[in-house]
């Protein structure tokens, strides 16, 4: 008997992405949930000397990149490239299961910050 | 100033405040049941205006037909302003809508009042669910960062700078930072709306 696979989904946005929506996506992903958040040569597009992008768009990109790193670093999700083509990569953050921390108290914090003040 | 009124100049005062809410009502197409509210609110108008009357100069029911129909005037032009901010129309919770039988209060959630409309959360699963998410995402933060934000609610960036948190750009560099990583714990706008938009 064949066990039943779930295709996974990508998500591709229409236009480039912007750092605080990627986070967006990362807080609202279930694990498995995959994001295309470049397509191109990311390590390139982000040069400035090769100009491939304009100021503003390389500048958000690069700040994308980095973000999509930390939450890679932070265990928030796997980044894997696919190779569209010579040169072209798909960038995917896949989400992972949030990691688990005990609740911290908010009053209790403003609490304790009120009597180090 | 003391005056003294007879029980005829207090019936006269009634029914004076009684015909303007009357008439008032009428003029501002108010349903039945807001009369009794409108006559409160001038009698009371009235009652407060009282030791201005001087009997030398006229009768109490000229004085109180003067004070009434002012205060009418004020009530009306509010409720005027109040139906022009409201998108022109103005309904009476005690009155069932067209083709209903309860009245309109009882069909409204919490999410249809005025502090929803201005952006306050009232729904009591949205409130615990930010709450949760709120103890989430503090659980996270590094302990510095904790210590920041706990900061921050009582005291402005310039104060914390003074105080030995940083440099005031280090902080609102870190303020910006800190958007982002809130927004990744579930503190910031939605995925969806972004995608909407």
Not at chain 1, 11 to 32: D, H, K, S, Y
Request: charged share 25%.
């Amino acid at each position: 008997m064949f066990m039943g696979t779930t295709p996974f989904i990508t998500v591709r946005a229409r236009r480039p992405l912007t750092e605080i929506e990627f986070c967006a996506w990362v807080a609202q992903a279930v694990p498995g949930d995959r994001l295309e958040y470049h397509r191109g040569f990311l390590v390139l597009d982000i040069f400035p000397m090769f100009a491939r992008l304009p100021d503003q768009q390389r500048a958000e990109l690069a700040r994308l990149g980095s973000r999509a790193f930390w939450a890679a670093e932070q265990g928030l999700v796997h980044l894997v490239q696919e190779r569209t083509g010579p040169d072209q990569f798909a960038y995917i953050a896949v989400a992972r299961p949030k990691p688990k921390a005990a609740a911290v108290s908010l009053s209790a914090l403003l609490l304790a910050e009120q009597e180090a003040a | 100033m003391q005056i003294e009124l007879f029980p005829d100049d207090i019936e006269t005062i009634i029914r004076e405040a009684d015909a303007a809410a009357q008439r008032l009502r009428r003029k501002l197409s108010l349903p039945l049941c807001e009369r009794e509210d409108l006559g409160q609110d001038l009698l009371v108008d009235l009652l407060r205006r009282l030791s201005a009357y001087d009997p030398s100069r006229g009768s109490i029911g000229a004085f109180a037909n003067i004070v009434l129909r002012n205060q009418s005037s004020r009530i009306a032009m509010r409720h005027h302003r109040q139906r022009r901010a409201q998108g022109g129309s103005l309904l009476s919770l005690e009155v069932p809508l067209a083709s209903t039988r309860e009245p309109v209060g009882d069909t409204l959630t919490e999410d249809d009042g005025l502090a929803a409309w201005h952006g306050q959360t009232c729904c009591a699963a949205a409130v615990t669910e930010l709450h949760h998410a709120l103890q989430a995402a503090l659980a996270r933060l590094p302990a510095e960062d904790r210590r920041f934000c706990a900061a921050l609610a009582h005291r402005p960036v310039t104060a914390l700078a003074a105080e030995g948190f940083g440099s005031r750009s280090a902080l609102y560099r870190r303020l910006a930072d800190l958007r982002h990583v809130l927004t990744v714990h579930g503190l910031g706008p939605a995925w969806d709306d972004l995608a909407a938009a």
